[in-house]
């Protein structure tokens, strides 16, 4: 079930990116971010109360290490998206989202030493093969110029925001299955909605003390922000229900299908061209995601 549910995620996601970027037409890049959380919080209270209120699903036992497992998950993820932006900046946004892609290999290491759920041999080349694809696509198929520019700052920017996306997942993961035997659902959709209540709180506290224009804005374009909400749940349900089925690595890896979607958007629907050697990094990426479904 894993793999439709990341595949979905994935879906969701390109669709919350092309939302989010019109925003920032009207929204400030924090402000633009922040409306990922404001308007998927409501929406991740009101499922959590339907799924134990009126389908009357067993709440979970929730433990004391669930509060600062999900709380440093969902710290982990502002601070990694605040690093890319930063990366752009710096940069561009060619070079910050290589680096960024270092997730899967993080990814995999973390899981292994924090959660013991290690690849097997194969798996972990797999994982290097699609980390290579996906830096080399997103490099425009120049990944020597890009490997080139490892000293700059919106590398390492690049790669702190890679260690928080990838510690944000591990989080997810950590805190879902600290819930016991409860269903997949119902652990999912407890610890988003916890998640996405920690970062409301503490990304809104930020901007009302720096930014208090923007908080203002981002209500008074709620019709444009709404989409973003409603999108963002989505997907990131489908994440944390993925990653409670079965090890962060795999979901996040084969999460990178994402990169082929809009690959292939652009070239059948937007008709662009593309270089031969952006499709031999695509097939990299293919590649890569099938082993370590396969053998992982």
Same mark, same amino acid.
């Given at each position: 079930?894993?793999?439709?549910? @990341?595949?979905?995620?994935?879906?969701?996601?390109?669709?919350?990116?092309?939302?989010?970027?019109?925003?920032?037409?009207?929204?400030?890049? *924090?402000?633009?971010?922040?409306?990922?959380?404001?308007?998927?919080?409501?929406?991740?209270?009101?499922?959590?109360?339907? @799924?134990?209120?009126?389908?009357?699903?067993?709440?979970?036992?929730?433990?004391?290490?669930?509060?600062?497992?999900?709380?440093?998950?969902?710290?982990?993820?502002?601070?990694?998206?605040?690093?890319?932006?930063?990366?752009?900046?710096?940069?561009?946004?060619?070079?910050? @989202?290589?680096?960024?892609?270092?997730?899967?290999?993080?990814?995999?290491?973390?899981?292994?030493? %924090?959660?013991?759920?290690?690849?097997?041999?194969?798996?972990?080349?797999?994982?290097?093969?699609?980390?290579?694809?996906?830096?080399?696509?997103?490099?425009?198929?120049?990944?020597?110029?890009?490997?080139?520019?490892?000293?700059?700052?919106?590398?390492?920017?690049?790669?702190?925001?890679?260690?928080?996306?990838?510690?944000?997942?591990?989080?997810? =993961?950590?805190?879902?299955?600290?819930?016991?035997?409860?269903?997949?659902?119902? =652990?999912?959709?407890?610890?988003?909605?916890?998640?996405?209540?920690?970062?409301?709180?503490? *990304?809104?506290?930020?901007?009302?003390?720096?930014?208090?224009?923007?908080?203002?804005?981002?209500?008074?374009?709620?019709?444009?922000?709404?989409?973003?909400?409603?999108?963002?749940?989505?997907?990131?349900?489908?994440?944390?229900?993925?990653?409670?089925?079965?090890?962060? @690595?795999?979901?996040?890896?084969?999460?990178?299908?994402? %990169?082929?979607?809009?690959?292939?958007?652009?070239? %059948?629907?937007?008709?662009? =061209?593309?270089?031969?050697?952006?499709?031999?990094?695509?097939?990299?990426?293919?590649?890569?995601?099938?082993?370590?479904?396969?053998?992982?």
């Amino acid at each position: 079930m894993w793999i439709p549910i @990341t595949l979905a995620a994935a879906t969701f996601q390109i669709l919350r990116t092309s939302r989010q970027h019109r925003l920032r037409s009207i929204l400030s890049v *924090n402000a633009a971010g922040f409306v990922r959380y404001a308007y998927g919080f409501p929406l991740a209270m009101l499922a959590t109360v339907v @799924t134990f209120g009126a389908f009357r699903a067993d709440f979970p036992t929730i433990p004391a290490r669930f509060w600062l497992i999900i709380a440093g998950g969902g710290i982990a993820q502002i601070i990694g998206t605040i690093a890319l932006l930063r990366s752009f900046d710096l940069r561009d946004f060619a070079i910050g @989202t290589v680096y960024s892609k270092t997730e899967i290999v993080i990814v995999a290491v973390a899981s292994a030493v %924090l959660l013991g759920e290690s690849l097997r041999p194969a798996g972990w080349i797999a994982a290097f093969v699609c980390m290579v694809g996906v830096a080399w696509l997103a490099a425009r198929g120049d990944l020597r110029s890009a490997l080139h520019s490892s000293l700059d700052p919106a590398a390492w920017m690049g790669i702190a925001a890679a260690a928080g996306f990838a510690l944000a997942a591990i989080g997810i =993961r950590a805190a879902s299955t600290s819930l016991g035997d409860a269903t997949a659902w119902s =652990r999912a959709i407890l610890t988003l909605t916890v998640m996405l209540g920690i970062q409301t709180v503490l *990304n809104g506290a930020q901007l009302a003390v720096i930014d208090k224009p923007a908080m203002v804005a981002v209500a008074h374009h709620w019709r444009a922000a709404l989409p973003v909400g409603i999108l963002s749940i989505c997907g990131s349900t489908g994440w944390a229900v993925a990653v409670t089925l079965t090890s962060a @690595t795999k979901v996040r890896t084969f999460g990178q299908v994402e %990169l082929l979607m809009a690959f292939a958007i652009s070239a %059948l629907w937007l008709h662009e =061209r593309h270089k031969p050697k952006e499709y031999a990094a695509s097939a990299l990426v293919l590649i890569g995601v099938v082993g370590v479904v396969a053998l992982g």
